[in-house]
């Protein structure tokens, strides 16, 4: 880079936020076009703060995916509320991401009441306006746009990628001149345990479904180089009763490998390394309410 194009260079921190399953995960997969984010038909798995950076030939922008906010339920709830609240005020754009197919609701209404104590500029995204016609799409925008300011609304469908490159062009607008903080090839500065740990929750909560809500916290307790560099990775997939131990085991073990398969194999793809993956279950009770348990985990 030249000392002309690095003048023209422009960076900064947008913090994505919205309710659970409005698109979050998969809005950032698609702008940074790696699996990085975890995504689920179930609300609220983003748990941990996944960062994505999108490089461009004249901006570097790096994504938050900022837990849903929503109203703290227990422990880990208020961890997340904080975390996120937090982040706003640092971050130079928040991409406030709502559901097009969705109305406007206390959920929305919770976020937009804390967006009105930030002065960072908001740009609202709404999503999912593949699922929407068109004529229904301005009233349920004007809902929002009449109670609040936001630097700018773009509709989008994360799946199909509508609309990404206005989006794009309207956060670039918001950031100041600044330098590439990460080597260009760098879509993550996620630890890679937290990466691997996202993934194997991700698989779990797919696997059992409905049946074990929110209550899986998967810790990776070591990885190890080997020779020809394989990954070797055991890991402990927690749970609250012994009950739900028992289903995330499953008859004769079969959906834990099940898990543990779909899991290596992203984990491949992702690092580009062979990896054994040893996969236990554990219980834990109660760890939600636990603020200790939650430090172990790097909950601060
Ligand atoms: N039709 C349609 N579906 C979408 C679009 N974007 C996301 N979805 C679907 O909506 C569901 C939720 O998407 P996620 O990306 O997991 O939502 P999220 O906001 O990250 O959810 P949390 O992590 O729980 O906060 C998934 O089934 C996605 O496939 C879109 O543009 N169009």
């Known amino acids: 880079m030249t000392t002309n194009d690095l003048q023209k260079h422009v960076s900064g921190f947008v913090a994505v936020i919205g ?11 698609s702008l940074i076009g790696q699996k ?50 937090n982040t706003l005020h640092e971050v130079d754009v928040i991409l406030f991401v709502v559901d097009a197919t969705a109305k406007m609701g206390p959920g929305e209404e919770y976020i937009l009441d804390n967006l009105s104590k930030i002065r960072t500029p908001v740009i609202l995204a709404v999503n999912k306006i593949d699922q929407v016609p068109k004529i229904s799409l301005l009233p349920s925008i004007e809902k929002y746009t009449t109670c609040c300011e936001f630097a700018a609304v773009v509709p989008i469908s994360a799946l199909d990628h509508t609309n990404l490159d206005r989006l794009i062009a309207e ?14 090839d760098m879509v993550t500065d996620q630890p890679e345990r937290l990466v691997i740990s996202e993934l194997i929750r991700e698989k779990a909560l797919h696997a059992t479904r409905e ?17 020809n560099d394989d990954l070797y990775v055991r890991a402990v997939i927690y749970v609250e009763r012994e009950s739900q131990k028992g289903i ?27 990896v054994f993956l040893d996969l236990w279950v554990k219980v834990k009770k109660d760890w939600r309410n636990r603020e200790n348990i939650l430090k172990t985990f790097g909950f601060e």
């Open 19 to 29: 309710r659970p399953n409005v698109g979050k995960s998969t809005l950032i997969n």
């Open 36 to 85: 990085i984010a975890i995504m689920s038909d179930k609300p609220q798995t983003t748990r941990n703060k996944i960062m994505g950076v999108l490089t461009l030939d004249d901006a570097q922008i790096l994504f938050i995916d900022t837990p849903g906010i929503h109203k703290p339920k227990h422990k880990l709830g208020e961890y997340m509320v904080r975390a996120a609240e």
């Open 171 to 184: 956060i670039k607008a918001h950031l100041t001149p600044g330098p590439q903080y990460y080597p260009p």
């Open 211 to 227: 049946e074990i809500p929110h209550a899986i916290l998967v810790d990776i307790e070591e990885i190890k180089t080997r020779v």
């Open 248 to 274: 995330v085991i499953g008859e004769g073990g079969k959906l834990l490998k099940q898990i543990g398969q779909a899991a290596r194999k992203d984990i491949e793809n992702l690092l580009g390394n062979k």
